[in-house]
């Protein structure tokens, strides 16, 4: 993508895994780039920038979501009776937080049937079609990010509706991005703490930094070094 209506009609949350290394694959070297990745495949990439892989140094801004869980491209099928279609590549698109914050799962078939769900109701797919590599990842909040944002999970933001995100910053040069944006009246920030940050995602953060079968799990935190939050 290499213009701003692109990078916006892909907005929003997509919860099934992509293949971050075929990507990298089409990059020019000569060129510079940002790319949103979900954590496992940040570290990757941070571990292929360490290695001073050509494509992988190109990628000059990594941002990315917060991410508790990815589900398995096949958990749609059960939509598939109400659409009439026996395959997901007969799909037009998929929104995964259409409509109002937060927002209901939402397919359309080639043959114009849609299909809608509340996300409350498809987030009973996920033990049935979790991905292995989120059960073991412990990071949630996107670490290797220059920039995350997630969902503000907070009974103070839910009940003014429309929908806040949390924001976290790692470093000056993201840093300085988000200020000027700010400055130029194209993001509204507000500072939080970390309490305040962590109670948001508290459920998740359990899941990944205390349940996780990773063995240093439980020694893992939400905070990472020189980092800053806002809503």
């Known amino acids: 993508m290499t213009n701003s ?24 070297p000569a060129k510079r780039y940002a ?4 954590p496992d495949a940040a570290a990757v990439l941070r571990k292929l920038q360490h290695d ?12 990315g979501p917060y991410t508790g869980t990815q589900i398995y491209p096949m958990a749609l099928k059960y939509f598939f009776r109400t659409l009439k279609i026996h395959d997901i590549n007969e799909l037009d698109y998929i ?4 409509g109002e914050w937060p927002g209901y799962l939402e397919m359309k078939a080639n043959n114009g049937r849609i299909a809608r769900s509340q ?23 996107n670490e290797f990010c220059d ?3 997630g969902d503000a999970w907070s009974p103070k933001y839910e009940a003014l509706g429309l929908g806040f995100s949390v924001v976290a910053v790692r470093n000056a040069k993201m840093l300085s991005i988000i200020e000027e ?6 993001l509204h920030l507000e500072p939080i703490n970390w ?6 995602h508290g459920h998740m953060i359990d899941f990944k930094k205390a349940r996780s079968l990773h063995p240093h799990a439980v020694k893992a935190t939400l905070r990472t070094a020189n980092s800053t939050l806002w809503h």
């Open 5 to 28: 209506q692109e990078v916006l009609n892909c907005a929003q949350s997509i919860y099934i895994p992509v293949a971050m290394l075929v990507v990298l694959a089409k990059i020019n």
């Open 35 to 38: 790319i949103t990745l979900l």
């Open 52 to 63: 001073g892989h050509p494509q992988a140094l190109a990628i000059k801004y990594v941002l």
């Open 95 to 98: 929104k995964w937080r259409a």
């Open 119 to 141: 996300k409350i109701y498809y987030n009973f797919l996920i033990p049935f079609y979790i991905t292995q590599a989120c059960r073991l990842s412990i990071d949630f909040a």
């Open 147 to 149: 920039l995350s944002v």
């Open 181 to 186: 944006m700010q400055a130029m009246g194209k």
């Open 195 to 200: 309490d305040e940050a962590g109670k948001m």
